[in-house]
């Protein structure tokens, strides 16, 4: 596609439940990031894909976070047993070039009530 | 924690007039990237500088860095109300890996009509 994806762009859910937000990267990009931006927490890095390679999950907050990239390409990020902290923009992004210029989705913001 | 660090955290300056907002650092950098995020949602990437350059232009964009100092700045001139919007300094680090974006808090930047 022409750009990195998202979806959905909205999602509010109740304490408790799973929720599963779905990125489509950029067709030919072999990296894909995932980010968190909360209000004073700023941007931060949760997980990273490179092709074949396992994936650097040094940024996820807790065993509750979970991605999945399936054939190289869409990512899922999946959250277990949500919780209020967990509310933010989780911002999705993908690059392909030499010094690693992200693109990045729209974004799906999270509310937990 | 927040590698990049921006200043001021807001500014608000009227159409026409430049935009400078600084970036300062504390680790050793392989690049410097320069987002732009409007409302809230997906990033835009503006401008990527190399350690070993000290100026880069792209249309009204002016990026210098200066690594002695771990310092960056953003020169928007001829400023336009659509410019309005925060932008995130972003570092990649030399010594860790070379895909992992750390990011500022941001400048709110607010271009009055």
């Known amino acids: 596609g022409a750009g990195v994806s998202q979806s959905p762009s909205n999602k509010v859910t109740e304490k408790g439940k799973d929720v599963e937000l779905r990125c489509d990267p950029i067709?030919?990009?072999?990296?894909l990031y995932w980010y968190r931006q909360s209000l004073g927490q700023g941007l931060e890095f949760l997980i990273y894909f490179q092709g074949n390679s396992a994936p650097d999950k040094s940024g996820l907050p807790s065993d509750r976070f979970s991605a999945e990239r399936t054939g190289g390409s869409v990512s899922t990020l999946t959250i277990q047993r949500t919780q209020q902290e967990d509310s933010a923009v989780y911002l999705c992004?993908?690059?392909?070039?030499?010094?690693?210029?992200?693109?990045f989705g729209p974004g799906t913001r999270l509310t937990v009530l | 924690s927040q590698q990049g660090e921006e200043d001021p955290q807001a500014l608000s300056i009227q159409e026409g007039e430049n935009a400078t907002m600084n970036c300062s650092y504390k680790?050793?950098?392989?690049?410097l990237q320069w987002y732009r995020q409007n409302s809230g949602r997906g990033l835009v990437h503006l401008i990527l500088i190399r350690s070993n350059e000290r100026e880069k232009h792209s249309g009204r964009l002016r990026v210098t860095l200066d690594t002695s100092k771990k310092s960056s700045s953003l020169l928007i001139t001829a400023s336009r109300a659509a410019d309005t919007a925060s932008y995130f300094c972003a570092t990649v680090d030399s010594g860790g890996s070379n895909y992992k974006l750390t990011f500022g808090k941001g400048t709110l930047l607010t271009v009055n009509p």
């Open positions: 992004a993908s690059s392909g070039g030499p010094y690693n210029e992200q693109f």
């Open positions: 680790t050793s950098i392989n690049n």
């Open positions: 067709s030919g990009h072999t990296a």
